[in-house]
């Protein structure tokens, strides 16, 4: 088990990002001015308020960086956050927009879509003309609100079927409340949290997981959040891995104020839980940013030292789902739970969010004899809080017991080897099949988004 104390401070900021966060701004800024504002037929005055309004969107992250700085989560009030969000969605939105407006536009050029070169004209000025520019603020404006209502909102419940190699026959139909990314903020804060744990803990689960990214602020400002956080309950207990944003709002000083809330972490450690006899293992690793701050990274033998090939099987939690591949290889991994990806915020977005985690967005996927859950976020970070067909959600798996492939036979619930870093708790599970959704909406059942890999 990793040293607490030997831990550096690693309250540190977001170093660099701010440069990043402006150039993003800029591009919005600039092609919005040339491609929207600059073709209009509207009055000096008419374009001079439009361009304020749209720099000020389009800056938003890096304005409100610069005047409240703060960790990952912007130290300003909630309707100032949530306000500007609105305004900075209509910029990306109306940004797309114009894009692809243009390139319809450019495409009109070609003999093939206008058999007249007049009607093309005609189509042409009616692509830059008032009304159509009107009609694409007004789709951003309310795609921007649509957008915010699904980022800000306490997720609905989704339940999810997932049948886990080796799992002990005994704990067939064992129940795990998954939330990710909760980002506890301004944005998503104390209010939000508690209606999220009472929504977890309404559907009585066996077992909470969270694969990272719980806060963003350090221990003091997030005092509150961290309350509602400690509200969740379970029969085992709450066990969580920290995500990049962790290291971010200084994982030193949160991982004592953790175990005081009754979360467990594991940073590069394991614990085996026996419920009625039949045991199982979970299992942390670090995120890669501790390494940039001189803290250990992602150590997967460390995590599972002490546990047999054929042991009891493991639940991994690795807030990055780009790992999965190289861990499946280890073969003790029946099960990673990862976050990270927000599902990719909205289309477009997103393939380049998948491309960049190693093929993984959101859900279902298995990989030899892991499964993997790719969470996509009870909450989302507050720079960029967006959502188009990509809801966040509150997880309830249901797992089930399969055998293990050939290539790792199974041999019964084995046990962690002398010197593990292990936290035995002993409980009964009540197994069978999941409550009833908690209020609000039921998600959709397990297969949704299914991917075999
Ligand atoms: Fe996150």
Not at 8 to 32: C, E, I, Q, W
Not at 74 to 97: C, D, H, R, Y
Request: with cysteine; proline share 7%.
């Amino acid at each position: 088990m990793e040293s607490r104390a030997s831990l550096p401070n690693n309250h540190t900021k977001l170093s660099g990002s701010r440069d990043m966060f402006m150039n993003f701004a800029l591009v919005l800024f600039v092609y919005v001015f040339l491609s929207v504002i600059l073709p209009l037929p509207a009055g000096f005055k008419a374009k001079g308020a439009m361009v304020i309004v749209f720099l000020l969107s389009a800056g938003r992250l890096a304005i409100l960086r610069h005047f409240f700085p703060g960790l990952g989560g912007i130290e300003t009030s909630k309707t100032l956050l949530v306000a500007s969000a609105f305004f900075q969605g209509i910029v990306i939105i109306l940004f797309l927009l114009a894009i692809a407006r243009d390139l319809v536009w450019v495409g009109s050029f070609s003999g093939n879509l206008f058999h007249k070169a007049e009607s093309a004209r005609h189509f042409r000025v009616f692509l830059k003309g008032i009304p159509f520019t009107l009609g694409l603020l007004a789709v951003s404006s309310l795609l921007s609100a649509y957008s915010l209502y699904e980022a800000v909102k306490v997720p609905g419940v989704r339940e999810v079927t997932m049948e886990i190699a080796g799992w002990p026959r005994p704990l067939d139909g064992f129940r795990v409340a998954v939330i990710s990314d909760t980002h506890l903020s301004r944005f998503h804060d104390g209010p939000w949290m508690d209606e999220v744990a009472d929504r977890v803990n309404a559907l009585k689960p066996e077992l909470v997981l969270v694969p990272g990214d719980l806060v963003d602020g350090d221990t003091f400002r997030r005092a509150r959040e961290a309350k509602a956080l400690g509200r969740l309950k379970s029969t085992l207990g709450t066990y969580v891995c920290a995500g990049n944003h962790e290291y971010i709002s200084g994982l030193r000083e949160w991982m004592p104020e953790f175990s005081k809330l009754g979360l467990k972490l594991l940073h590069n450690e394991h614990a085996i839980l026996n419920v009625g006899g039949s045991e199982f293992a979970i299992a942390g690793v670090a995120d890669p940013a501790a390494e940039r701050r001189g803290l250990p990274g992602p150590d997967l033998g460390k995590a599972l030292e002490g546990i047999p090939p054929n042991g009891p099987p493991v639940i991994l939690l690795d807030h990055r789902p780009a790992r999965a591949p190289g861990n499946s290889l280890d073969g003790r991994v029946s099960l990673q739970l990862s976050g990270h990806t927000h599902g990719g915020l909205f289309p477009i977005l997103a393939t380049l969010v998948k491309k960049t985690n190693g093929g993984f967005l959101k859900g279902r996927y298995r990989i030899g004899d892991l499964e993997l859950y790719v969470h996509p976020g009870t909450g989302l970070w507050s720079g960029v809080p967006m959502r188009i067909l990509n809801p966040s959600e509150i997880t309830l798996l249901t797992l089930r017991s399969a055998p293990r492939s050939a290539r790792f036979p199974a041999e019964g619930p084995g046990t962690a080897a002398p010197g593990a870093s292990a936290t035995a708790a002993s409980a009964t599970a009540s197994g069978g099949t999941g409550e009833p959704g908690a209020a609000g909406e039921t998600g959709t059942g397990a297969g949704e988004n299914d991917v075999s890999r």
